[in-house]
């Protein structure tokens, strides 16, 4: 009866290295399972941060060109009005600025 009760023994250690070795095997596949779910999970929220981010670029990207469209005119606008004014100057002091140098260069000096 010892014989056969060793042998019970035994068989019961295995089955129950058996069992817990599935038990391991379990847990290690519903790791791995929850792994790739919390990945793809991530992956989604990136994805979704990434297309939040770049329409907001291209929406100040548009807001700022349109400014940058207007500053460009009214900048243009600006330079035209300074050069008018430049000119309507030099056109009214250039006749002194003429007699001025003629004045000079024909001066005589010793």
């Known amino acids: 009866m010892d014989a056969s009760r060793g042998r ?19 847990a290690r596949n519903a790791k791995l ?26 929406r100040k990207l548009a807001e700022s060109s349109g400014d940058s469209g207007a500053n460009v005119k009214r900048l243009e606008k600006e330079t035209e009005a300074k050069i008018q004014h430049l000119k309507t100057e030099a056109d009214r002091i250039s006749h002194d600025v003429v007699d001025m140098l003629l004045k000079v260069v024909t001066s005589v000096r010793y």
Do not use: H
Request: hydrophobic share 45%.
């Open 8 to 26: 019970n023994g035994i068989q019961l250690l295995l089955t129950a290295e058996q069992e817990a070795q599935q038990i391991v095997n379990a």
């Open 33 to 58: 399972a929850r792994l790739k779910q919390a990945k793809e999970e991530a992956e989604k929220e990136v994805a979704e941060f990434r297309a939040q981010m770049e329409a907001d670029f291209q």
